[in-house]
């Protein structure tokens, strides 16, 4: 979830315009050894200020746009750092209270109330709704816990009381800026907010409806467009894929040389596709596998297997393939010959198994696992 946080406050940062004139923050610190200072750091400014019996106050002189937020994150330390370089200097030395650790809040009033609880890592902003909101929203994404995956079962189980909650915040609150970073994360980024990215898909239509309530607010600061265009993109690669027809793509072998998919299509009655990237530790380990069933069927006309490398670069690419030696094809496809396949296949994970009906230029199945291959194959 750190990796969620990262790319969330990356987000805000980026959004964020011009701010405010004396933003008052006054902070109130529990702890059962106090540190000497306090800092807030805005993008690239550092305010410092003495935490003096538990308490410290910072009057930050920027212009404070109510339509719009700011994020900032709060550090504790014993140590003196005048800037955002010697911060991460002492950032990578522990010497952050407690180590490694930043409270982050969002400045949406010029005076704001805060407690921290360093023994709990625990931070909690009075009488600011963004503040509320984002701590909830950010309480229910961590509940994903990726050091130890349950069963299929209970991860689906998983998946949907997160979304629930999702959706019951997005609602508690008015259409703003931090619900439409909020919600375009979840459309574009699924995979840091559920177990199977296929989770967004599968609440759909309460996302649409949560949508349109939203844009109904007819608020200035929340962008439904952007939105919208978000959830589009999100059904369009998510939707089931049988029946699609194949593009044309073009795919490159390891000598450099072009040729289209269709290329292939005469020679087999289905092309069974690979799609991997040798950055893909799960890619890697289940080739071994699809040799044997590629070993299993070489016999049988009907059926022609493909590795295809994506997102991948052709040196690194190619150094693999010449340390194994698989029997079956394989080839790299570039993003910039066809940059909508991955959307038109529903290629949102990997590796992906694609399997392609060559005389009618159709997907026949997609998005398995490598181990119902075999009774997918007997079935065609």
Request: hydrophobic share 35%.
């Amino acid at each position: 979830m750190t990796k969620f946080l990262f790319v969330l406050i990356f987000t805000f940062l980026a959004i964020s315009n011009n701010y405010g004139q004396n933003i008052r923050l006054k902070f109130k610190v529990y702890a059962d050894t106090l540190p000497a200072y306090s800092y807030v750091l805005i993008n690239n400014d550092v305010f410092k200020t003495e935490v003096k019996s538990g308490t410290c106050e910072f009057v930050i002189n920027k212009i404070l746009d109510k339509g719009h937020f700011n994020f900032a994150q709060l550090a504790l330390s014993d140590s003196v750092f005048t800037n955002r370089e010697d911060f991460s200097s002492f950032f990578r030395r522990h010497q952050i209270f407690p180590p490694n650790f930043l409270y982050s809040f969002i400045i949406d009033s010029n005076d704001l109330t805060i407690d921290i609880n360093i023994n709990a890592h625990q931070l909690k902003v009075y009488g600011s709704d963004l503040n509320k909101q984002f701590t909830e929203f950010e309480a229910t994404a961590k509940t994903l816990d990726l050091t130890n995956i349950p069963a299929l079962e209970e991860q689906i189980r998983g998946d949907n009381n997160r979304m629930t909650e999702f959706l019951k915040i997005f609602k508690k609150y008015s259409a703003n800026k931090l619900s439409e970073e909020h919600l375009t994360f979840l459309l574009e980024y699924p995979s840091l907010s559920f177990y199977n990215s296929s989770s967004v898909f599968q609440h759909k239509d309460s996302i649409y409806q949560l949508i349109q309530l939203l844009k109904k607010e007819n608020s200035p600061y929340f962008d439904s467009e952007r939105v919208l265009k978000k959830y589009q993109d999100m059904v369009t690669l998510y939707k089931p894929k049988e029946n699609v027809p194949v593009p044309n793509f073009t795919i490159i072998n390891s000598r450099g040389e072009k040729k289209y998919i269709r290329e292939l299509y005469n020679s087999t009655e289905y092309l069974v596709i690979d799609f991997w990237g040798t950055w893909c530790g799960p890619c890697i380990a289940q080739h071994p596998e699809l040799q044997r069933i590629v070993n299993e069927y070489k016999d049988n006309g009907k059926f022609k297997f493909l590795g295809i490398a994506v997102n991948d670069k052709f040196t690194t690419w190619k150094q693999y393939l010449e340390k194994h030696q698989y029997t079956y094809e394989n080839y790299i496809f570039e993003n910039r010959d066809y940059p909508n396949l991955q959307k038109e296949l529903g290629i949102y994970s990997f590796p992906r198994y694609v399997i392609v009906n060559t005389k009618e230029n159709r997907v026949v199945r997609s998005n398995f696992k490598i181990d119902q291959l075999r009774d997918i194959l007997n079935t065609l």
